[in-house]
């Protein structure tokens, strides 16, 4: 039981680091490329501050990884996991598009 419970905890918590929606955006755009901080910021609209501090949780969890281009250290998504998670999450809110636009309407 022990095992499971651990197993079941690490889970949790690997949802619990996507769970965020500034994460959740940022895991999303590099399940379609990799990116820098700055440009993660300027798709976001966020304060850079937010999001290097938000890059810094996904990083300390495994879930992306930063190598260096030069001056730039630039973010890919590691974690196969959470890519399936994500693209299962892509999925699922592309086929509440038709519906949002009907309430909006």
Do not use: F, W
Not at 46 to 75: C, F, W
């Amino acid at each position: 039981m022990d095992k499971i419970n651990e197993r079941l905890e690490g889970l949790a918590e690997l949802l619990k680091a996507i769970s965020h929606p500034v994460r959740l955006c940022i895991v999303r755009g590099l399940l379609e490329h990799s990116c820098n901080v700055s440009r993660m910021q300027e798709c976001m609209s966020l304060p850079q501050s937010t999001v290097s501090k938000h890059v810094g949780i996904l990083r300390a969890k495994g879930i992306i990884k930063g190598y260096r281009n030069g001056p730039e250290m630039i973010y890919k998504l590691v974690n196969e996991d959470v890519k399936r998670i994500v693209e299962a999450l892509k999925r699922y809110d592309n086929r509440q598009e038709p519906l949002k636009k009907i309430i909006r309407n």
